[in-house]
T-cell receptor, first 111, second 111 residues
Framework: DQQVKQNSPSLSVQEGRISILNCDYTNSMFDYFLWYKKYPAEGPTFLISISSIKDKNEDGRFTVFLNKSAKHLSLHIVPSQPGDSAVYFC??????????FGAGTILRVKS | DVKVTQSSRYLVKRTGEKVFLECVQDMDHENMFWYRQDPGLGLRLIYFSYDVKMKEKGDIPEGYSVSREKKERFSLILESASTNQTSMYLCASIGQPYEQYFGPGTRLTVT
């Protein structure tokens, strides 16, 4: 049973436009959420996170929104750049150090 | 910067061989993790360790074992490699809060 779901396997966006990556979760005990970015042949790198006590966290071009009632979070990238093309993983944690990852979304930013 | 290194980037092994994957981190982190990444399945936790000589099973431990003799080193062992263990293997250690730092990955092919 997948506790963290990324239902879009891929997303294609024009350079300069907004990219929105979505993630749904089922475990109401999750209290911390993270996004990771992964380029081919490299390990994932941490991008941005949000605690369950917040509904928004912003870092430069990246903003994560959390809707606890819907058990949904999203990552917004504005403006999108070709270098943002990568696989994005959503992850969640429930009062501990173990992370549960989604299947990932491949983002392609076209120039 | 945290550095997590993995002993090999690419490995090709035969069915039935014993395989050792090594991971070293340089930030004195207590928690270390082994994942495998497969298309459409995201990152799945194999084993993790929260201290030297301590280990816990993750979601898919079957066919694997681990060793943590020193704090900085966490090894993943495939006792008898099988073709369904062909995958990308990722090691991670955890900083604060919850942020996992990943190694570059080992692409293992079992023939």
């Amino acid at each position: 049973d997948q506790q963290v779901k990324q239902n879009s396997p891929s997303l294609s966006v024009q350079e300069g436009r907004i990219s929105i990556l979505n993630c749904d979760y089922t475990n109401s005990m999750f209290d911390y959420f993270l996004w990771y970015k992964k380029y081919p042949a490299e390990g994932p790198t941490f991008l941005i996170s949000i605690s369950s006590i917040k509904d928004k966290n912003e870092d430069g071009r990246f903003t994560v929104f959390l809707n606890k009632s819907a058990k949904h979070l999203s990552l917004h990238i504005v403006p999108s750049q070709p270098g943002d093309s990568a696989v994005y993983f959503c992850a969640a944690s429930a009062r501990g150090n173990k992370l549960v990852f989604g299947a990932g979304t491949i983002l392609r930013v076209k120039s | 910067d945290v550095k997590v290194t993995q002993s090999s980037r690419y490995l090709v092994k035969r069915t039935g061989e014993k395989v050792f994957l090594e991971c070293v981190q340089d930030m004195d982190h207590e928690n270390m993790f082994w994942y495998r990444q497969d298309p459409g399945l995201g990152l799945r936790l194999i084993y993790f360790s929260y201290d030297v000589k301590m280990k816990e099973k993750g979601d898919i431990p079957e066919g694997y074992s681990v060793s943590r003799e020193k704090k900085e080193r966490f090894s993943l062992i495939l006792e008898s490699a099988s073709t369904n263990q062909t995958s990308m293997y990722l090691c991670a250690s955890i900083g604060q809060p919850y942020e996992q730092y990943f190694g570059p990955g080992t692409r293992l092919t079992v023939t």
